[in-house]
């Protein structure tokens, strides 16, 4: 199956973009053979096992009921930006399947040296063979974040302790690059970190890319998922959204693959997401390495600043990867607040969505006013200045009160809860598993090993402003985290808006990551 991936990976360096964007024939019959069946309802497809190129295109699963789809363990290759799409499916069965993308969505090789400046550092480093250079001309690095991930290349884990992203790269020779990382002042001290005096530390940069098609299931309910791999996602891995929800998601796995060349990186971002269903997901018997983000999510709402253009378009600063989802998927109108009063202004239908750049700035300075719940402030300012910009136009012109203070909300769907994430192991990656407005969540007998920021945290979810912030009756239990957050004796975050939650029976491995 790799000697396919590679294949295309040499043809994209080589070959012309129109020419790697073609799926193959056997990728295009597979399409229509699966249309075909599962559209009638009541049908079981088990497709033949093989590597399937799909290029610029993604592979559907149409909207059905009481269906089967077994991948036979085949391999779907795609090229950065595109996956595979479920949507309107319930009382399924989807199994079987690896994904893997060419050319491989990131950038990787050995720090040749660093240099430290008051508040931020660069690097230079020599790009490994078979990996992209990180060139803003290459359209897969001409995105608005990319992210930067230290590993030790002699332990192969995660050795920075806080989010990077890169804040601009210039070419010194043919594979030799200087990369100046954006960094925080808060996190920064202006001394050498000890992982930076590892021997030829290694290095990814990997570009926020694609829109979540990865693996996406877009009102999925009652339905059981089991046996997918992902092998590398330039965002979230697999997640679903929207609906009812009650799904089982089984033996899944983001791994890295055995083929050649050696990757560190599996997901850019979080290894599986369940955002805004009624009934939360059941994750289990899984495994989840090397993550650039969180290795679970269970969240709802969330909520963004936007700046108005004209009178059918606004652009759009920050908001998480999976807002940004929701809109590109059409399942929801969006609803404007008033910035000061919460009133409701509008709603209104998205007709057309899509990144832009040069707002970075325009929000910076925005004062949002404090929020309290139980008169605990949560956040009072927000700077948007390396958030990414999405501009979003409307089907009817904007009313004169949607202004640059309103704040824009998705309409949601559900209010997820009841949650369970049991018998999994998530080993290296920068985050951890959050339970984010997801009431009666039950995690219990999972390893977390090497997880950079903490554990796991119970709260609101940190873009959210409206609503009740509540999130109650979690159970956490029977449990092992093992070098876990920058306080490792403590691997578990609850914030001030949780209630209820019980802990019980969990075993605390310190060391730091």
Known sequence: NYWSVAGYALLLFYGSYATACKPSDKAQQLQVEVNARLSLGNAAITIPQDSYYFGCSNFRLPPAANVSFNGNQSMFIFYPGFGILGKNITRSTIQSLAIDYAPIPFSQGVVDHFELYNTTFSFVYRVDGGFLEPDRTNKLFDVAVTKVIFWNPNTTEMVNPVQLTVENATRLAVGRWRVFVHANAIFWQPSQPSWMTINNTAVTLSPRYGGNKVFMMTNLSYSNVSDITVHAAPDFAMHEVDGYGGNVW?????????????????????????????QGPVLQDSYFEHSGDDFVDIVTETTVLGQRLDDHTIVVIGGTALWQQSMVSGEHGVVFYNGSTDETLYTAQVNDFEQVYGFENVTSSLRWRLRTVDNITLLASVNWTAAPTWKMTFDQPLPASVTEMSLINSVQAGITHGSIIRNNVFYDGLCRATILRASGASIHDNVFNHTVVAGMIVSYELFCLGGDLRVENVSIADNVFERCGPTPEAPISIVSTARNTTLRNNTIIPGYP
Not at 250 to 277: E, G, H, K, M
């Open 250 to 278: 089984s033996r899944l796995r983001t791994i890295r693959p055995t083929s050649t060349p050696f990757r560190y990186l599996v997901t850019n971002a979080d290894c599986f997401d369940s955002n805004n269903v009624d």
